[in-house]
């Protein structure tokens, strides 16, 4: 983990900041609402940042020769990918797998070592419609954490990828409860976990005390903040992820929670190798407004000691 982008003061010197898609309004491999890959790649360079995850699978090119060629000549670096999967229900196993492999085979190529796992939303992220019952049974928690198992083995041991799992708004994995049972249930050695902190926000954890608690689960970082009072409002009406990010539910740092000081401070604690990704969920956003608020994000950040001017 090297480059213009780390400090090099201790104990923060072991945190490398990148950035994601979703910080340009991507949600999807396609859609019209969303910038293309080259503006994305371009302004990703303009802002300063030197790390990036892929984003939704197919969003960027998925010929690793191709994807390596263009982020090298921008003078960037790929080190996760995403994915969403479904772990609870047998039907889907073979698709999920088959998925997660053409993820991981791309990854594998250009030297990533993460893969990001994303929960099945409950809603669906456009129409806000119910996708999924949102009450797992014993079976349902058994068969998923056996899944997550069984998916984390497979990647490591045939990829060299870490699957990362991510809580996410409006699913089976956003509170503390089911965090808790998650990780009670998977084994560590092959299931790590995405600490996303505005997520974490709004499933109303606190992510410091999560870092303090399970630090060695914690293999990948989505930083990023939310805005209490939209949370609060979600709650009292019970509107859907994607009706809470068009509502601006997720803000600029630091003008949310969880404080990034207080977050990067417990990271930096740990002493172990970590990227932490900016994202910043911003679907569906004008063209313009990405970059600026990238820029200004990496500077907060750099000021809290992750990254440099």
């Given amino acids: 983990m090297s480059g213009k982008s780390r400090n090099p003061e201790k104990p923060y010197n072991k945190l490398t900041v990148g950035?994601?898609?979703?910080?340009?309004?991507?949600?999807?491999?396609?859609d019209d609402k969303q910038v293309n890959w080259q503006t994305f790649l371009d302004?990703?360079?303009?802002?300063?940042?030197?790390?990036?995850?892929?984003?939704?699978?197919?969003?960027?090119?998925?010929?690793?020769?191709?994807?390596?060629?263009?982020?090298?000549?921008?003078?960037i670096r790929v080190v996760a990918g995403t994915q969403f999967g479904i772990l609870h229900r047998p039907e889907a196993w073979e698709q999920t797998e088959r998925e997660m492999r053409a993820n991981a085979s791309v990854l594998k190529a250009i030297g990533a070592h993460h893969l990001v796992y994303l929960p099945p939303m409950l809603r669906d992220l456009q129409t806000g419609g119910w996708a999924e019952d949102p009450n797992l049974s014993d079976a349902d928690w058994k068969l998923l954490a056996g899944n997550a198992n069984r998916l984390g083995k497979l990647l490591k041991e045939d990829y060299d990828v870490t699957m990362v799992v991510h809580p996410h708004g409006d699913s089976h994995i956003e509170n503390r409860e089911q965090i808790d049972r998650f990780f009670a249930e998977t084994d560590p050695e092959y299931v790590s976990f995405c600490l996303d902190t505005g997520?974490?926000?709004?499933g109303e954890v606190d992510t410091v005390d999560l870092i303090r608690s399970y630090p060695d689960r914690i293999g990948l970082v989505h930083i990023k903040q939310m805005d209490p009072e939209v949370v609060q409002r979600v709650r009292?009406?019970?509107?859907?992820?994607?009706?809470?990010?068009?509502?601006?539910?997720?803000?600029?740092?630091?003008?949310?929670?969880?404080?990034?000081?207080?977050?990067?401070?417990?990271?930096a604690a740990l002493d172990k190798e970590l990227y932490v990704i900016v994202e910043q969920d911003l679907y569906p956003c004008a063209p313009d407004v990405?970059?600026?608020?990238?820029?200004?994000?990496?500077?907060?950040?750099?000021?809290?000691?992750?990254?440099?001017?």
Wanted: charged share 20%; net charge negative; proline share 9%.
């Fill in 19 to 30: 950035i994601a898609p979703d910080s340009w309004g991507v949600w999807f491999p396609e």
């Fill in 43 to 75: 302004e990703v360079a303009e802002a300063g940042y030197e790390v990036i995850e892929t984003g939704p699978f197919g969003f960027l090119p998925t010929d690793p020769e191709v994807l390596q060629a263009e982020c090298t000549k921008r003078g």
């Fill in 199 to 202: 997520h974490l926000e709004y």
């Fill in 236 to 267: 009292r009406e019970n509107l859907s992820f994607g009706e809470a990010v068009s509502l601006g539910v997720c803000v600029t740092p630091d003008a949310g929670q969880p404080k990034v000081g207080a977050v990067i401070d417990a990271l």
């Fill in 290 to 309: 990405p970059l600026p608020l990238a820029i200004e994000t990496r500077r907060v950040l750099a000021d809290n000691h992750l990254g440099i001017h």
